[in-house]
């Protein structure tokens, strides 16, 4: 069972300006909800998280607030001196994280509808023989999404493609002992890296059948943020 969880929320949110130029883009409100409220919402609905690792570089001091206020004896936040992006934000956050279990990461500016999508994916999770399962979402049905695409699926295995049907919808479980499967970059750098270590690192994805959003900028907030709770 999954029993922690780490809500990545230290990037600037350089694309959501100006609207994070004072605000963390996590606690930016999605139809008067903050996109990191939300996520814990959903969270409340796996009984057995007993850790909720947030992490902060940009604006930390804010966010710091912001979750003390949230009075959540779960969450733990950890203050990255440096911008280490999300591989690294995993390396440094080892300390506070059982490497023995594997752990549900959840990008911080992540928007979607169904309650029990979570429950679903770890239930995925424990059935695939896998290190890494990686949440995948048909780029035409992620709302504000406008890139390429990051995957394909084909006999039920994930095919890296940058031209592909499928992209990373920033939830993913892993076991951290796929840091000691490859040979580490050096900080900072994303965990993407580990997607493409194949040949040592059993990568998986699921097709999320959620309604999903990605509110990248001011005009995706705008134009889907009064449709995220319909």
Partial sequence: MIKQVFILAAGKGTRMMPLTKNTPKPLIEVNNISML???????ENLPNIDKILINGFYLADNLEKYI??????????????????T???LVNALPYINQDEPILMINGDIVWQDAALLS?????????DCDIL???????????????GDFDIIDNKII?????????TGIQILHPRILKLVKLPQIPFSLSYFFNNTSKIKLQGVDFKSKM????????????GNLVDL
């Fill in 134 to 148: 990686l949440g995948l979402k048909r780029k035409e049905q992620f709302l504000g999404y406008e890139g390429g």
């Fill in 120 to 128: 679903e994916f770890i239930d995925d999770f424990i059935k695939k």
């Fill in 213 to 224: 959003f990605h509110i990248g900028d001011p005009q995706s907030l705008k134009k889907y």
């Fill in 87 to 89: 591989g690294g934000g």
């Fill in 68 to 85: 003390k206020n949230l009075h959540n004896n779960k969450i733990c936040f950890i203050k990255e001196s440096v911008p280490f992006e």
């Fill in 37 to 43: 409220d939300r996520i814990l919402q959903k969270i």
């Fill in 160 to 168: 890296k493609n940058k031209s592909g049907e499928y992209v990373y």
